[in-house]
């Protein structure tokens, strides 16, 4: 008889963690699933846990493969899955009692073919955070919406995540993980979503995820030429693959023009595929030519005084504009049309110094508050400021002779000359 549900559960090093999971599983209110186990050439005693749970229940199966990695376990227990929806779930992780039976009977009333649910975070202390609470409310999407809840990366109702989530077998059996890649949960979800009519979720705790310092993410800061690597190639085809939908993905830009400046450092060691991305979607955005003097601003705001035909009249100085938070797409758009304006978006407090270490003038042309207090910072570091009488943040730290009004741009231009000048005398 064909199940409803069909649990895949890749299995690779998990023997302190595995029986906990299991349990979780074998404990559900609702009984119509099947558990396919993927042994992923786990060399530890995990797949002897995997075969105790088979000899006990008839529901529980576990097939073997030589180690491939999560991407190919999943795709392999997919391969076999006969339930009309899917499940997965990390070996280490686990799920509450109801979470088959309340994700279940959204689908079935909703007639939906993706039903998330949220999670909460513990650790091997058994310390619980993340937590919903309140009413528990169900809410619909389109394929948008719930890409940009994708986008957005908010937990603990995570759109991104491949688990604690109902997916039609069909839709995931035609849109699988990439192989032997990090993040492949995010090269994937949103094409669900783009193949999905009907999604529900809903704001109750329905997954427990487990925080130990083995996660991907944890390990990303040990392993950067991997990390920029795998993004790089994730986001260049979710950029493209979502623009052909007709989905403006913003916030996924934002992510990949960051990833692209930062990962130049690595790209000696990317593979051959990563290395023609970068080659092609860096001169995008950026420009390989060697400029002879960088400005800088940092700001929370789109709209900067003049920056385009400052750019223009100074076509020798690199305009650095860099954000805590997203760039505005009319400065994504200035990036791409002048070679001489880079864009930052995202940026952390690293760069931000790089940028300002590096920079010969700071030029103080946003509009609405300072940020970060950098007008003063730009100066401590004997870095000369230069604004417009409308965007003057600190009138009073800024010469006098460096403050022009807007239709001042020409002696605004001669006076940065000047000035660039001098920190190269310098």
């Not at 995570?158 to 995010?186: H, M, R």
């Not at 930052?344 to 110094?353: K, Q, T, W, Y």
């Not at 600190?394 to 002696?411: H, P, T």
Request: glycine share 4%; charged share 25%; net charge negative.
């Amino acid at each position: 008889m064909t199940p409803q549900i069909s649990i895949i559960i890749p299995i690779y090093k998990v023997e302190k963690y595995l029986i906990e999971c299991l349990e979780s599983v074998r404990k559900q209110t609702f009984k119509d699933f099947e558990v396919i186990m993927v042994n992923d050439g786990s060399p530890d005693a995990s797949p002897v846990i995997a075969d105790n749970y088979c000899q006990r229940d008839e529901r529980f199966k576990l097939f073997h493969q030589e180690n491939q990695g999560l991407s190919a376990a999943r795709n392999f227990g997919t391969s076999h899955a006969k339930g009309d929806y899917i499940f997965f779930l990390d070996s280490d992780d686990k799920i509450v009692e109801n979470t088959l039976e309340i994700l279940h009977r959204i689908a079935q009333d909703k007639q939906a073919d993706i039903v998330i649910g949220a999670c909460k975070y513990f650790n091997d202390a058994g310390d619980y955070w993340m937590m919903t609470s309140g009413m528990p409310t169900i809410r619909s999407y389109d394929s948008h919406a719930a890409i940009r809840k994708d986008e957005d990366g908010v937990i603990p109702l995570s759109f991104t995540t491949a688990w604690c989530k109902l997916v039609k077998a069909d839709i995931v059996s035609q849109n699988l993980f990439p192989i032997g890649v990090w993040y492949e949960d995010s090269a994937t979800t949103y094409r669900w979503y783009m193949a999905a009519s009907e999604i529900y979720a809903i704001d109750l705790n329905l997954y427990a995820y487990r925080q130990h310092d083995s996660s991907i993410m944890s390990k990303s800061g040990r392993n950067l030429v991997k990390h920029f690597n795998d993004n790089i190639k994730n986001l260049s085809k979710k950029v493209s693959k979502l623009q052909n939908f007709g989905y403006d993905p913003h916030a996924t830009l934002n992510a990949y023009i960051d990833k692209l400046y930062r990962g130049q450092t690595y790209y000696e060691d990317f593979d051959d595929q990563a290395k023609a991305v970068w080659d092609t979607d860096y001169a995008r955005y950026f420009s390989l030519k060697d400029f002879s003097h960088h400005a800088f601003v940092l700001t929370h705001s789109a709209e900067i005084e003049q920056v385009e035909d400052l750019a223009r009249a100074l076509p020798d100085l690199c305009i650095h504009i860099a954000a805590y938070t997203f760039v505005a797409p009319n400065l994504i758009e200035l990036a791409e049309k002048m070679e001489n304006v880079f864009i930052h978006p995202l940026a952390h407090n690293d760069l931000i110094e790089d940028l300002l270490s590096q920079a010969d003038i700071y030029l103080d042309i946003n509009y609405y508050d300072e940020v970060d207090d950098i007008v003063s910072r730009a100066l401590q570091k004997g870095c000369p400021v230069v604004a417009f009488e409308s965007t003057v943040h600190r009138s009073d730290l800024i010469d006098k002779e460096n403050i022009f009004a807007v239709d001042e741009l020409d002696q605004m231009t001669e006076q940065i000359n000047e000035l660039v000048s001098d920190t190269s005398d310098d």
